[in-house]
């Protein structure tokens, strides 16, 4: 039998004309990236099948990937959802709760300008979500095309490696239960902000029902991987640096030797 390839979970967070900006892709290097996948035959993962294949349920014989935004930015609507939309690709967004609550609390216009990222952090302070965060309309709008999901990124984005249980539970609990009253699905999925946990986060997302949960450590996933620490690449402004790393990180000597030399 041939061992099955490994399928690289790739990260975003904002899809926007800032380039050089933190953590962000421009449309036009995301487009590529997106064409790309289909046009080399790419399978595009929705989580509920990765963690089939992970558990052994799933057999997937050509090379597959799993496209993840961090955040929920409205730049991920604006830019990345007319693409993703183009190619049929599946694509999963993890959300901050509170942050959409705010946001759909004042849905008067889609702005036309995307602010920076720290341009957008601090409007989000400013309770000004609403100009850069997702609202529960264009979520719906998403999630109807059957290609877009979205899953819990907690309730208010805090680093969960250092909150006491009490405030964890509500962190873990209540964002995904306010994502299955508002999108009336199931939300087992969870991401953490900034990467962080600890034995006692994933002990809590555990109890409150969370069956993969997705870090920012760097690698690939294969069968037999562990769902509840599910490893992620960070995904650079680049095509030549995504088709190069697509074409390694789903063969299994390559990405085994090049993980191993390279952390990155």
């Known amino acids: 039998m ?17 380039k050089g900006d933190m953590v962000t892709i421009t449309p036009e290097v995301f487009e590529c990236q997106m064409a790309y996948l289909q046009r080399a ?5 929705k ?3 990765l963690v089939s294949y992970i558990n052994g349920g799933l057999t997937i014989p050509q090379k597959a990937v799993v496209v993840t935004f961090d955040d929920g930015w409205l730049d991920n609507y604006m830019h990345a959802f007319p693409i993703l939309k183009k ?8 959300l901050i709760t509170d942050r959409v609550e705010n946001s759909s609390e004042n ?11 720290e341009e957008s952090k601090s ?7 609403h100009k850069v965060v997702l609202n529960w309309d264009v979520i719906k709008e998403m ?3 059957g290609f877009i999901e979205f899953y819990s990124h907690t309730k208010s984005h805090a680093k ?4 006491p249980e009490k405030e964890l539970v509500e962190e873990l609990k209540e964002s995904r239960e306010i994502i299955e009253k508002r999108l009336g699905s199931p939300c087992p999925y969870l991401c953490w902000p900034y990467g962080e946990y600890n034995d006692l986060a994933l002990t809590s997302a555990k109890e409150a029902d969370y069956k993969a949960i997705f870090t920012t450590n760097h690698g690939v996933v294969k069968p037999g991987s562990d769902p509840c620490e599910i490893n992620r690449i960070i995904v650079k402004d680049s095509v030549a640096w995504f088709k190069k790393r697509m074409v390694i990180y789903t063969n299994t000597i390559l990405s085994s030797l090049y993980l191993t030399i390279k952390k990155k």
């Open 143 to 145: 999630t109807d095309t």
């Open 87 to 94: 190619y049929k690709i599946n694509a999963t967004v993890f």
């Open 41 to 45: 035959g790419y399978r595009t993962l």
């Open 107 to 117: 849905t008067t216009m889609i702005p036309s300008l995307i602010p920076t990222h």
């Open 47 to 49: 989580i509920e099948e």
């Open 2 to 18: 041939t061992s099955m390839r490994p399928v690289p979970v790739l990260m975003y967070h904002h899809i926007n004309p800032h």
């Open 160 to 163: 969960c490696s250092s909150l």
């Open 123 to 129: 409007l989000i302070e400013k309770g000004e979500s």
